[in-house]
């Protein structure tokens, strides 16, 4: 039995949320009490329990990705099918294409995984993943790896998307020129199962694909083929990843907001934006959670910012997710955090245990104001760097919550991750808002389309060159 | 005479400022007019005036620093003095001794620096940033450096973070044991001149050390000798860079707001804050100026973000910085930015002229739907995409700015950064706070010498032990 299915480790790794920082009692006018969150428990439990039903409907079918264990097989198969051969695994994807698969490398690979020698990777290949269309780093990109050595994963659910069609046009005729047939060896395309531009062409080319199921959305979809893959590809353990969103999906099975992590920071965060604290920090301690704050502002920021509401109300919904790390950031924003205006809440990841200890050397004579660091380690320096950033922030009367990894590994990382997303789910229905769509970025990709010369998009394309503004008294 | 030197390449490579889409005209409601400008055309000049008045007072010697070249000869000959000699320089430092000297790599040298042979990289070494003390990290870094191979820039003004001065204690003892007395040739220091627990300790080994002028905070030490030797080092020309900066300089001579980009989008954003858009996104159309916008967050955050102003009335002041990157983010952030809450200036960063063109692929008989891409170029895709937001933005009544460099060069880079820390010391002015202090560090950093037992802080570190609250019940 693996130890992940075994209840006491199970236990020991999960991951835990404090919000003692954002109760009145530690943070005063800006902290909540007791009696605020419980007035919202019938909505915490509505909420609860209309996600319950989509997801009985099959409506929230990310909820589900953790159980399929086939998906799990048939990935570790293909990895296994083409194990040594490849010494880089590329992604061509964006958005949620790429956030979640940078995420989990960041999070579970070796630190500097790419600059390691391929007997230091464990013969697993090095990872890119490409979500830019930036013609300086695409050129670039091509003197570091040789096509032949490499392996290009295209992911798109619906194949339109633009900057990830023109990467795998360009890629493709790269591999033509060099390996002839034997080109459709190094794309393995993560798309819709039936419809779409990239199943089409998967059909007509006989690429080896993964189906992402149709329901589940980029920003929701790192547990599915679209972030499993290169995940497997590099040496990660899925199946303890999955073996950790399922316990997290059992920990938010809980109905009762003092119960559910997940439901509890909703709470703190709905409650907070209704009183003027619409900015969600995420900042782990940690080097490797640091894409995990990346991958979590699309997910809060796609979700939440939404013009209308599900009775078609308008209302210009929207908390702005940031990134920051410790303790990097506390050079850069703490200054803000702690003086600046009362709009934020600050989420704290921390890292009880890290892999390594490193030691600072104990005692260096000439300098005596340097030595109180020796004989420590760095580990603790951390810790008591991110205590110290939280009683600053919390005296300085700034709500803050800590989620506690026991330590980084696939199974507390699959855990929080789907926490976030569980969170995201409920604040969605606290808003009363579609958390699923995405209206406000087909505006910006027709305009796109118009200005591409793309058939079809003319009369669009006139109307931008006649509304465009450029008085030359603007321009400095 | 360099190119640089010539008014007409000058005038070619001159950043401009559009800020069409700030005004109500193209935004409506959200955007201002020419006239709430002009009344607050007493209040710029008055902000230029004291800083032109500070500065003549030898008050604000980060705008002279690109006048000191010396300096540039001196590291020039410092680095021609180690040519060839190290395929590795380490940047110890963190903040605003990390986030500039990131920048300048990222914006100058080559996509990929650090994966590329050193043939490819033209003999230089490759470029390493530590500014966490993440001790997985700091481990896994140790793997992929052979220290006999590594300079380490120890960079730290007062000599006294923490962070920066026990990665120094851990390195030092790692050259001696491998390296014995010839240790020292691998660590070079910079730092204040005079005083400071590192600059005792250079005295004391005999390093090799450039001095940071005692008056320029780390935020803005980007030009001085902070950022300009890893930047020189690793082959990017700091002549031109600090040419670009001189030509910001002059540019910002100009008392007008009219006429001054940087005294215009401070006045953008102070009036905007006013209104309620407090958040500020930085935003670069391509991936070089990835890390400039995180340049910019350190800067805006610390030098704004003041609870008290320059009559020690309290005032919670704050606009937050945002980093963004485009195309990326369009599938991460745009949405939330055109339908969420109207309380963001983007700022775009837009590239004219990429160094390479990539043409995609012209045809593909399978794909209607892709087909429109042919024959266009991932120049063409990043221009129109960065358009089509800006075009979504506008209509969304979202105020956006532009700032357009005909290409990434050093002379346009040094411009771009001088043009935002003047927009941040205007801004400073206008909000009548002080720009460059940071008290609000201060707060963690001690909390965190109390923790980690340092003598003279027992006090504080009972006091915290005693008032910190961690209520089983907000522990889920």
Redesign the interface.
Known sequence: MPRHDQPAWRESMRV?????N??S??VGAQGLDDREISRLDASIRQAHATLARRRRAGELEWMDLARATDVVREILDFVESIDGRFENFVVLG???S??GNTALSTALN???H???TLT?RGGKPRLFVH???????????L??IDPEKTLFNVITKS?????T??QY??V??LLIEQLGDRHREHIVATTDPKSG?LR??VD??GYRSFPIPPGVG?RFSVLSTVGLLSAAATGIDIDALLAGARYADEICGEPDV????AA?NATIHYLGYGAGR??SVMMPY???LKDVADWY??LW??S????VNLDGEVV?????P??A?G??D???????????????IVNVIAVRD????????AG?P??A??N???G???????S??R???I??LT??GRPNVTFELPE?NPFTVGQLLVLLEMQTAYVGELFRINTYD????E?????????????GYEARRDE?RR?????P????
Chains 1, 2 share one sequence.
């Open positions: 835990r949320f404090d919000f003692n954002a109760m009692a530690a964006i958005g949620g790429a956030l070796a630190p500097y790419n600059l390691l230091q979500d830019n269309v930036d013609p300086d780093q695409f050129r670039g990109f003197r570091v194949g339109g998307t633009s900057e069609m023109a046009l360009i493709r005729q531009e089409r062409i007509d080319e980029g003092w119960r559910n992590p509890m619409t900015l940690g080097q490797a502002c699309q920021a796609e939440l910012g939404k013009r210009y919904n929207g908390p702005t940031i990134k790390l303790v990097t506390q050079h850069s924003q703490v200054q803000l955090y702690t003086e600046g205006r009362f709009d934020k890290f892999r390594e200890t490193v030691t600072i050397p260096f000439p300098s104001g340097v109180f660091l020796g420590h380690t760095l580990n603790e320096l951390m008591v760097e205590e110290g950033t009683v600053a005296e300085a980084v995405q209206p406000g970025v505006a910006g990709k027709i305009a796109a389309f118009a200005l591409m010369g793309r058939r931008i509304r465009r503004r450029t008085d008294a603007y321009i400095i």
